[in-house]
């Protein structure tokens, strides 16, 4: 299994502003990955995390409005840039722990834009 | 790119009961089929997974049943309990590979009444 742990757990934020959420993993990944999930609807995956190398973005997801860090192979950040309230959501971190296929998850990060 | 769909959206069973969820695919290069589990204020977390040689796999009160042919795979929890109420998701996807992606179903809600 795996540990993952991502702060803010939950934030209220104002229109405008940006928000930066972290991820932190207990062990060393290739790959780490940032999902939306927009209240009561499934999970869609925004990026992929690589250490040492940009994130590739999914469709409809792009690098100024959710910047993306990935220092190490522990840890990576993604920021929600001059946010609306259309960026309510939860944004989860996961991993995929020794290739097999199996995803593991933060708890979430519960984002309400006023 | 893969249309997941699962039927149905909700699911309301009295405890004791059987529920079965459908998750429909269109991609024929498929070859993991995972459901994950979703509680309130959790991240999804992997409950029982198939690999596309084998037709059913069993884990005490849960099983999934795959057909290949039709593009289906199906997850069945017997003798439910209140515990069980959750969000669950199916996740078809390509490969071991973590470069490949997950597409998360839409998701069903899970209510077993007591």
């Known amino acids: 299994s795996a540990v993952i742990s991502q702060k803010p757990s939950r934030d209220i934020c104002q229109r405008g502003t940006s928000l930066t959420i972290q991820c932190q993993v207990d062990?060393?990944?290739?790959?780490m990955f940032w999902y939306r999930q927009q209240p009561g609807q499934s999970l869609t995956l925004i990026a992929t995390a690589n250490q040492g190398s940009e994130a590739t973005y999914e469709s409809g997801f792009v690098i100024d409005k959710f910047p993306i860090s990935r220092p190490n192979l522990t840890f990576s950040t993604l920021t929600v840039s001059n946010m609306s309230p259309e960026d309510s959501s939860i944004y989860l971190c996961?991993?995929?722990?020794?290739?097999?296929?199996?995803?593991?998850f933060g708890e979430g990060s519960r984002l309400t834009v006023l | 790119g893969e249309n997941v769909e699962q039927h149905p959206s909700t699911l309301s069973v009295q405890e004791g009961d059987s529920a079965v969820i459908k998750c429909t695919y269109s991609?024929?290069?498929?070859?993991?089929f995972p459901w994950y589990k979703q509680e309130l204020g959790k991240g999804p977390q992997l409950i029982i997974d198939?690999?596309?040689?084998?037709g059913e796999k069993k884990d005490q009160r849960i099983a999934v049943t795959l057909n290949k042919t039709a593009k289906h795979f199906s997850l069945h929890i017997t003798e439910t309990q209140p515990e069980d109420s959750a969000v669950y998701f199916c996740?078809?996807?390509?490969?071991?590979?973590?470069?490949?992606?997950?597409?998360f179903g839409g998701g069903t809600r899970l209510m077993v009444k007591p």
């Open positions: 991609d024929s290069a498929s070859n993991y």
């Open positions: 198939i690999r596309s040689n084998v």
């Open positions: 062990s060393q990944v290739t790959m």
């Open positions: 996740a078809p996807k390509q490969g071991n590979n973590a470069g490949n992606m997950l597409t």
């Open positions: 996961s991993v995929d722990r020794g290739g097999t296929g199996e995803l593991f």
